[in-house]
């Protein structure tokens, strides 16, 4: 009897121990499967982007980072004991619905599409902007004006970015977000995407590259629509750095001078005519309105907005100027400018390059 009774016990501690063993098991499958399963019950998609170089591993953090995973510890786990195919580079649209499994699956056997780099050039205005979006997009140029007069729009960039303000919104601008579209090289899906896409794009790149000069802009004694304005004058005027930053400082002597920028490119602007397609008329060089520097109604003022959409550079050198007593400058047809302090030396060196035959012409 004594033995059985010893026999029992040790049998009823075996299963006792094979219990535990399972019930710790259960215990630690269940919190496994918790932090594998979906975030919540958010199906609003987020865009993840795996790039060149990425791994299962290395993207457990941004993955956490986007609330699309609960655990990287899990995630790496569950990893390490599929051994999943490999990863495919793209951008993806993930949601927290989605499980680790789903998301490994979508991950590794869908198939991206890459869509269409669209390089928008330093200097186009918004016309040419609008061309390049006609022509790389399923958008029409009238689509792109059409967003630029859309005052519900135009309203909700002014409340959510710091750069832009109600200086947009004057009558006599031609394009009201002129000058706030970073250049740049973009992907869209040309297929797919709408102008609102597009320009949201590249206002965003723009908060971006500002931030940097966030404080310098706020202490100048111009707003930023004015420091754009001039920048843009900047971009189309010169084209290396070191020039920019003279070219601004002459701009500045004239402005504090009360003298007009004389700048043919806002002439050209205030006439909706591209410096390469054409001389001005005599009519357009004329012309009072609220671009055109060379009239004197502009003695002393910038014009009403930017002309074109400046590099970073070019905003720099409106915000730090080289300070210098040049008046004047021009370029050659290579590009290199000339700067001098009076109108004398001005005509001579303008008189020298049309006898080296350097002089622009177009």
Not at 337 to 352: A, D, G, L, M, R
Request: aromatic share 12%; net charge negative.
């Amino acid at each position: 009897m004594s033995n059985l009774t010893k026999k029992t016990k040790i049998l009823i501690g075996i299963i006792g121990s094979i219990l535990l063993v399972v019930i710790i098991f259960l215990e630690l499958l269940f919190i496994y499967l918790f932090n594998i399963s979906r975030v919540s019950n958010n199906s609003v998609s987020k865009e993840f982007e795996i790039e060149n170089g990425d791994t299962y591993y290395s993207i457990a953090a941004k993955l956490k980072e986007n609330n699309l995973i609960k655990s990287e510890f899990f995630y790496k786990l569950y990893i390490k004991l599929n051994n999943p195919d490999s990863l495919k580079y793209g951008i993806y649209e993930l949601n927290e619905t989605m499980s680790v499994k789903d998301i490994v699956k979508e991950i590794s056997t869908t198939t991206y599409k890459k869509g269409e780099m669209i390089t928008f050039k330093e200097g186009l205005n918004m016309r040419q902007i609008a061309s390049v979006i006609s022509n790389n997009t399923n958008n029409t140029e009238q689509d792109v004006y059409d967003l630029l007069g859309d005052e519900q729009y135009i309203n909700s960039l002014i409340e959510k970015y710091w750069f832009i303000t109600d200086e947009i919104k004057n009558e006599n601008i031609y394009y009201s977000l002129e000058g706030y579209l970073f250049p740049d090289t973009y992907e869209f899906y040309k297929d797919e995407v709408t102008v609102k896409e597009i320009f949201d794009t590249m206002i965003e790149q723009t908060n971006k590259k500002l931030q940097p000069l966030k404080k310098d802009i706020e202490s100048s004694k111009y707003s930023f629509h004015e420091i754009l304005t001039l920048a843009s004058i900047i971009e189309l005027e010169s084209r290396s750095t070191s020039d920019r930053n003279t070219v601004a400082g002459v701009f500045y002597n004239r402005l504090n001078s009360g003298w007009t920028l004389g700048s043919d490119v806002t002439t050209y602007y205030g006439a909706k005519v591209n410096m390469s397609d054409r001389d001005l008329y005599v009519s357009e060089i004329n012309e009072v309105n609220a671009y055109n520097t060379r009239s004197t109604t502009l003695a002393g003022k910038l014009p009403v907005g930017p002309i074109c959409n400046p590099s970073i550079s070019s905003i720099e050198a409106a915000l730090h100027p080289t300070k210098t007593d040049y008046y004047y400058f021009v370029a050659d047809k290579n590009g290199k400018i000339y700067f001098s302090k009076t109108i004398n030396e001005h005509t001579n060196i303008v008189s020298q390059l049309k006898r080296d035959g350097l002089w622009y012409t177009y």
